[in-house]
C-alpha cells in the first residue's frame, strides 16, 4: 500500500533553512509525478513545486522561486524541498503528493491543478522570530 510521510518541519527564524522530506513506501517512486503543497492558516492550499516522474521538467510557484528546490532521489524513495531564506508567509502545513498517471500533460498543470491521487499528512514549518 502506498504511503506518503513527511518530516523536517518546525520552528525557524526569519532567513533561515529548512529541509522537508518525504519517504514513499510500498511503490517504486520512478514511476510517480511528485509534489509539494502547503496550506496557511485561513488560506487554501497551494503548490509550491512539483516534479515530473523522469525528473525532465520541475514547477515552482513564483513565491517561492529562487528560494525553494524540489528534488528526488528515487534509490531512497524520497522526495525533498529545500527551503532557503524563509519567510514568516513561508508558515504553514506543508504536504508531498505522488501520482503515476502520465498522459503528457505538463508538470505546471497538474502541479497548479493539485492533481495528484496520493497525499502525505503533513508537517507544520513556522517561520517566526
Known amino acids: 500500500q502506498l504511503q506518503l510521510v513527511e518530516s523536517g518541519g518546525g520552528l525557524v527564524q526569519p532567513g533561515g533553512s529548512l529541509r522537508l522530506s518525504c519517504v514513499v513506501s510500498?511503490?517504486?517512486?520512478?514511476?510517480?509525478?511528485v509534489g509539494w503543497f502547503r496550506q496557511a492558516p485561513g488560506k487554501e492550499r497551494e503548490a509550491v513545486s512539483c516534479?515530473?516522474?523522469?525528473?525532465?521538467?520541475?514547477y515552482t510557484a513564483d513565491s517561492v522561486k529562487g528560494r525553494f528546490t524540489i528534488s528526488r532521489d528515487n534509490a531512497k524513495n524520497t522526495v525533498y524541498l529545500q527551503m532557503n531564506n524563509l519567510k514568516p508567509e513561508d508558515t504553514a502545513v506543508y504536504s508531498c503528493?505522488?501520482?503515476?498517471?502520465?498522459?503528457?500533460?505538463?508538470?505546471?498543470?497538474?502541479?497548479?491543478?493539485?492533481?495528484?491521487?496520493?497525499w502525505g499528512p503533513g508537517t507544520r514549518v513556522t517561520v517566526s522570530s
Open positions: 503528493a505522488a501520482d503515476p498517471f502520465d498522459d503528457g500533460t505538463p508538470i505546471q498543470r497538474i502541479c497548479r491543478l493539485a492533481s495528484f491521487g496520493h
Open positions: 510500498g511503490v517504486s517512486l520512478e514511476d510517480f509525478h
Open positions: 516534479m515530473h516522474m523522469r525528473g525532465i521538467s520541475t
